[in-house]
């Protein structure tokens, strides 16, 4: 390969680079979006949290193919754990 050909490769794949962001597992992109927060940066989980792992964790085991169904109940149980957790601490 002369000179040429590979600046014209070089340029070629210049055009085709993409740098926007990519989301390539849909699992770890929905457990991201549930981990707790502190501007911007991850924090430790509660108990309530844990516990919320654990279960989702037996949904898996149980549910087995259909990880999809496991993953919406997953998110609904973490939502209604907050939800208690805000009620408790205005009592």
Do not use: C
Not at 30 to 39: H, Q
Request: net charge positive; no cysteine.
């Amino acid at each position: 390969m002369d000179r040429e050909a590979r600046v014209m490769r070089y340029k070629e794949k210049s055009q085709t680079r993409k740098f926007e962001k990519t989301i390539r597992y849909a699992s770890r992109k929905a457990y991201v979006v549930t981990r707790p927060r502190i501007k911007g940066h991850f924090a430790k989980k509660s108990n309530v949290e844990l516990e919320v792992d654990q279960i989702f964790k037996l949904l898996l085991l149980i549910s087995g193919s259909n990880k999809m169904q496991s993953l919406i109940i997953y998110v609904m149980i973490i939502f209604v754990a907050q939800w208690e957790q805000k009620l408790l601490k205005k009592i």
